[in-house]
């Protein structure tokens, strides 16, 4: 008998969202948290466009000694995975502390403490021959940040299978499938799953400026970040971090854990066609979807809304849309399509996780939330995006997807807990 | 501002984005397509920025996919360096 | 019911390590025991308090690539990209024998492409953002060896990449193995890592373990009364690993062995009384692979050379094996510490002392605590019929992984 996944907890932290709950208020009202960027002067960069969290270390309940010793992006991982321990009721303490493990996603990992180090080291890059008199004592975690998931790992003192998974923008989604194939082969019975990035950071803006791949609509940050629009010129960097606690479906019903949704499928795909572009055609990310799909056991017209990666870059947006075609067939046209990266921007590996919050919470209370700056699609986006406005509908089976630098493609179906499977 | 020959264009595209194994870049390339001589626009993207570096001429976003061929970039480059004062 | 798994097999491998740039070239050097640490010449290192490595030199891996691939990848992944091509070679793995789809990725990580990220930090602080390179966008982060393998060998099925400091090479192979037994006949894995300029080597000073000990010979003493750290080495193991039902049906032209199990855990929380979990990684790899303690002739260990976790692997081993019950040994020792490349390698040595029926040494190694009570293979190699090891590996903050491979009877 195969074991079922289930999401029991979930902790999310976003720009505009200091919570699960404001992130939820934030996208069911279609208001934006896109700003000019303020982590640092961004004049003599080309995009001047973040989505930035207010996340204040000591208001979360971090201690001084985490502070001084976290990455701001462990920092999230930690506060979200606190969130969502207790938001799952899990008694962790009375468990074997073997079947607890950790699945954690990020692509630049300790990007910002990297690049802080780098400018007292090298002496804002005065010097190759970097000074070792100066070392911060945890530069090693920044190089090699397996700190990363240990800080996750240590919330609760798990002793299962730890790891991180980094495959760029798709960590996300791919850290938390990862998780449910460990839970699935027995290896553990509860995963804290998810991913954090806080990349918001000079090297990451400077890369992504030299590839275009960022807005540059620095006049207008609010309105951005444009998702299937016609008028959008890339995605907007942002950082995140969300957080579940997915649990072997019969523990959590044996405890009468409160069930968000199952994770019924989960496949990824690699594109091999060039490491940032994307074929128009979709084909990769149609194979995902059609696995993911299969392995739930649904059929295409049973998808009730898809989440897409929707990151608001002119080749992405057509790229995920032909694969919605290519995959779904008609039933593209009748699925609401949303992306909520129009809302808190582009997290890269965090994202994929933060998508998933927005699917389970999106079936659980029967709302899809809108893209929002759409106001007139592209016309090789002919789908419905939901523009602006969220949307009431009772939804049983979800699709998101991502797709990421390296030709990462993926998808995972979602569906309403409690719901026959076929 | 510097002049940029065709040599100077060679070596810069191969520092950009090294080159194809059939030699490509001999002979007379001045108004051979950048695709089909092996430069994809990531390529492009780096050689517009190094031209910007390198000879001091800004190149604006939607002159990037103008840049097809060679004689293009040259044209570029010299002309911005001719009216240079 | 439990399902008859299939064997998943290695039938390729491409290495690259500081003493021997190919898997033969290296492992000639571990029998006659001929090291590849040295004196940093990458960079002038004399002002670091910590000059050895284990670099690989005589060997340009952009004489092994297109001339395209390289603005835009960091050493690391060349040397990742040039392994594959081996493994790949090595593997002879037709242009039909698969279709795109059944051909996954997963490598491990755990620097990424450092040296060509220093460059660009250096370039945007020195000269303004706009000297940073398109290509920074995707040549540093953790996911880049998978990616671009994927890319130059058309492998479109699952592709990850995962990061667990030295752990993270065994944690590749696990998962590569899970990968086939869920479906994807063909997977593509190991680890690579190289951090060998100013930056990353300052950075793995502050971590606190490497030896500071300046001969070659004596830095890096694993289980040695005399053990004061690592030194830190470049280079790695890229592996195909197909199911056997795969193999057979292409032909393929030998197997090497299988990896028949695997595991992973996580110590406690520092500071917590309950014991580091090496033990039970191997325990649950043994049990994943449906062996005991005694079916296994040797292990391959992590071999940190920080005393405290010395004597806990010792601990560990001398636990689950008995005192002195199986030949241990450690010929990394040779090669430095390779992070996300040091598990792949030590599988691939398994793998060919199988095959010699030898178990290389631990070079360097003299004078073993009694109280560790573990049989370190040391001096010569040791001569006789090998056909099961349990490969471990340990990752910063507290990862433990475990491997167990085995030989495959010729049909």
Not at chain 1, 51 to 66: C, K, M, N, Q, T
Not at chain 3, 9 to 38: K, Q
Not at chain 3, 145 to 167: D, K
Request: a negative charge; aromatic letters at 6%.
């Amino acid at each position: 008998m195969t074991r079922r996944v289930v999401i029991t907890g979930i902790g999310v932290r976003t720009p505009g969202g200091d919570g699960t709950k404001a992130f939820w208020k934030l996208l069911t009202s279609g208001r934006t948290a896109t700003r000019r960027l303020s982590f640092f002067d961004p004049s003599r960069y080309r995009s001047q466009v973040a989505a930035e969290a207010d996340f204040d270390p000591v208001h979360e309940g971090l201690s001084p000694l985490e502070i001084r010793r976290m990455d701001r992006a462990s920092q999230f991982a930690v506060v979200c995975a606190r969130d969502a321990i207790s938001d799952s009721g899990l008694q962790f303490e009375t468990f074997d502390p073997g079947r607890v493990g950790v699945s954690l996603g990020s692509a630049v990992a300790a990007a910002t403490s990297l690049e802080q180090e780098y400018l007292v080291l090298s002496d804002s890059g005065r010097n190759w021959l970097v000074d070792h008199a100066s070392l911060s004592p945890h530069m090693f975690d920044y190089l090699a940040p397996s700190a990363m998931p240990a800080e996750v790992a240590w919330t609760v003192a798990a002793e299962g299978p730890v790891t991180m998974v980094s495959n760029g923008c798709t960590s996300g989604i791919d850290s938390v499938g990862h998780a449910c194939q460990v839970i699935r082969e027995g290896s553990a019975d509860v995963m804290l799953a998810g991913a954090s990035d806080t990349p918001i950071t000079p090297i990451v803006v400077a890369s992504f400026d030299a590839i275009k791949a960022t807005t540059a609509r620095n006049d207008d940050p609010e309105h951005a970040s444009r998702p299937f629009d016609r008028t959008r010129n890339g995605f907007v960097l942002a950082e995140g971090a969300a957080m579940f606690v997915l649990e072997d479906h019969e523990h959590a019903r044996r405890r009468g854990a409160h069930i968000y949704a199952e994770i019924t499928g989960y496949a990824a795909r690699c594109n091999a066609y060039h490491m940032t572009g994307l074929k128009p055609d979709g084909r990769e990310m149609a194979e995902a979807i059609r696995v993911a799909l299969d392995e739930s056991r649904i059929d295409p017209t049973d998808i009730d809304y898809i989440n897409a990666h929707g990151s608001g870059t002119k080749q992405n947006d057509r790229h995920e849309t032909a694969a919605y075609k290519r995959s779904l067939g008609a039933h593209a046209y009748r699925a609401p399509v949303s992306s909520i990266k129009s809302m808190v921007g582009h997290s890269l590996g965090a994202i994929g996780s933060i998508e998933i919050a927005a699917c389970a919470l999106a079936i659980e209370n029967g709302v899809i939330p809108p893209t929002a700056n759409l106001h007139e699609a592209d016309p090789e986006c002919d789908l419905d995006y939901v523009p602006r406005t969220a949307r009431e509908k009772h939804l049983r089976s979800v699709l998101t997807v991502g797709s990421g630098f390296g030709g990462f493609q993926s998808a995972m179906v979602l569906r309403q807990a409690g719901g026959a499977r076929a | 501002m510097p002049q940029m020959t065709l040599d100077d264009l060679r070596r810069l595209l191969i520092e950009c984005a090294g080159e194809t194994d059939d030699d490509s870049l001999s002979g007379d390339i001045l108004d051979k397509d950048f695709t089909s001589l092996g430069y994809d626009s990531l390529a492009m993207l780096e050689t517009a920025a190094r031209i910007t570096t390198d000879y001091g001429v800004p190149v604006p976003d939607d002159r990037i996919p103008e840049l097809t061929t060679p004689r293009a970039v040259l044209d570029l480059v010299n002309t911005a360096a001719n009216t240079s004062s | 019911m439990t399902r008859q798994r299939e064997a998943v097999l290695v039938t390729g491998i491409g290495l690259l390590a500081p003493n021997g740039a190919g898997l033969e070239r290296y492992w000639a050097a571990v029998l006659e025991g001929r090291s590849g640490i040295g004196e940093l010449t990458r960079f002038d290192a004399a002002r670091y308090p910590v000059r050895l490595a284990g670099q690989i030199d005589a060997f340009d891996a952009a004489e092994h690539l297109p001339s395209r691939l390289l603005p835009q990848t960091d050493v690391s992944t060349r040397y990742a990209l040039v392994a594959a091509d081996w493994a790949l070679a090595d593997a002879k793995i037709g242009t039909d024998d698969f279709d795109d789809y059944e051909k996954g990725v997963v490598t491990a990580n755990a620097s990424g492409g450092f040296e060509f990220t220093h460059r660009e930090f250096h370039k945007l602080w020195s000269q303004g953002p706009g000297a940073v390179s398109v290509y920074e966008s995707y040549a540093w982060f953790y996911a880049v060896n998978t990616g671009q393998i994927s890319l130059r060998n058309g492998l479109r099925g699952p592709g990850s990449a995962l990061v667990a400091e030295q752990a993270g090479g065994l944690d590749a192979l696990g998962h590569a193995r899970r990968t086939v037994l869920r479906g994807t006949p063909m997977v593509v894995t190991g680890g690579v890592d190289s951090a060998l300029d100013p930056w990353g080597w300052v950075a793995q000073i502050s971590g606190g373990r490497l030896s500071t000990a300046t001969d070659p010979s004596r830095a890096y003493l694993p289980f040695d009364a005399h053990a004061r750290g690592y030194v830190p080495g470049e280079g790695g193991a890229i592996l195909v690993v197909e199911s056997a039902g795969a193999a057979a049906r292409r032909g393929a032209p030998h197997v090497y062995g299988e990896i028949a199990g695997y595991a992973t855990t996580f110590d406690p929380p520092p500071g917590s009384p309950r014991p580091p979990g090496l033990r039970r990684a191997a325990e649950l790899a043994l049990a994943d692979a449906g062996m005991a303690p005694d079916d296994i002739d040797v292990v391959f260990a992590d071999a940190s050379g920080v005393p405290d976790l010395d004597r806990a692997e010792a601990e560990a081993v001398s636990g689950l094996f008995g005192p002195r019950g199986v030949p241990v040994t450690a010929p990394k020792t040779l090669t430095g510490r390779l992070y996300a490349g040091g598990g792949p390698v030590d599988v691939c040595a398994a793998l060919l002392s199988f095959r010699d029926a030898v178990i290389p040494p631990t070079a360097g190694t003299t004078e073993v605590p009694e109280d560790y009570r573990i049989d370190l293979v040391r001096g010569a190699p040791r001569p006789g019929p090998v056909s099961s090891a349990l490969v471990l590996a340990r990752g910063k903050w507290g990862f433990n992984s475990a491997v167990v491979v085995r030989a495959v009877p010729a049909p």
